[in-house]
């Protein structure tokens, strides 16, 4: 079974995504797509595979469609996405050993818990696509995933490509995380993959789990995680 890390950007944020890159490189043993927004790229390693979107309005709306474009479009039998800027820890692939068996039992992937649940914030945009209650905490739009689940994802598309121009901005700031959501919502899932955080990857949170020597980055991982 063909497993690995799915990861989507833009240009400008090529510097952003390095320390990404090289902590699934450095703590995992999983290949990783990436997928460019209208440019191409050599990232030099034969454990990266670069893929191109072409999109013709690369507004906020239109790039979270990426996200599940690259999902759609992956080669991987079982997957992680994850965003450009964030990072992983070293306990990385205990996602994989302990969920790949697991996710292949449910219908809909396994999303990633939101430690403060705010569907009270945008409960306003749920209400719009679905009218009943969820059964469980709201999820990042970060998630693990089987081929066989492509469906759910094709589902958020369409729904994101059938919202008209000029009523994008009533999805923002969360568009497909909104949307991926009420479908949880939806097919009555009341199962995720947990609090499986995946810190900020600003350079004092990267330099302390590949270093162990930034106080800083020790600091912020304690008070905004743990």
């Known amino acids: 079974m063909y497993k690995g890390f799915i990861i989507f950007l833009t240009k400008n944020w090529l510097n952003i995504i390095?320390?990404?890159?090289?902590?699934?490189?450095?703590?995992?043993?999983?290949?990783?797509e990436i997928n460019c927004i209208n440019f191409e790229y050599n990232f030099n390693n034969p454990r990266i595979k670069q893929k191109t979107i072409y999109i013709d309005n690369d507004n906020f709306f239109n790039i979270t469609k990426c996200k599940l474009i690259s999902t759609i479009n992956t080669n991987f039998?079982?997957?992680?996405?994850?965003?450009?800027?964030?990072?992983?820890?070293?306990?990385?692939?205990?996602?994989?050993?302990?969920?790949?068996?697991?996710?292949?039992?449910?219908?809909?992937?396994l999303f990633a818990k939101h430690p403060h649940n705010p569907y009270d914030k945008y409960m306003h945009i749920i209400s719009t696509i679905i009218?009943?209650?969820?059964?469980?905490?709201?999820?990042?739009?970060?998630?693990?995933?089987?081929?066989?689940?492509?469906?759910?994802?094709?589902?958020?598309?369409?729904?994101?490509?059938?919202?008209?121009?000029?009523?994008?901005?009533f999805f923002l700031p969360v568009p497909e995380e909104s949307i991926l959501n009420a479908l949880l919502i939806k097919y009555d899932v009341?199962?995720?993959?947990?609090?499986?955080?995946?810190?900020?990857?600003?350079?004092?949170?990267?330099?302390?789990?590949?270093?162990?020597?930034?106080l800083e980055g020790k600091k912020h991982i304690t008070e905004t995680y743990l």
Request: proline share 4%.
């Open 18 to 32: 390095e320390n990404l890159v090289d902590t699934v490189l450095t703590f995992s043993i999983y290949d990783i």
């Open 190 to 214: 009341d199962y995720d993959l947990g609090y499986n955080y995946f810190p900020n990857g600003f350079d004092c949170v990267f330099n302390y789990y590949l270093y162990e020597n930034d």
């Open 131 to 169: 009218n009943k209650p969820p059964k469980m905490k709201w999820v990042y739009s970060n998630y693990f995933f089987h081929k066989s689940q492509k469906w759910f994802f094709q589902e958020a598309l369409d729904y994101m490509n059938s919202i008209d121009l000029n009523k994008q901005s």
């Open 77 to 109: 039998d079982v997957a992680l996405l994850l965003d450009g800027d964030m990072i992983v820890t070293p306990e990385i692939d205990k996602i994989f050993i302990d969920n790949t068996d697991r996710v292949q039992t449910y219908k809909c992937p």
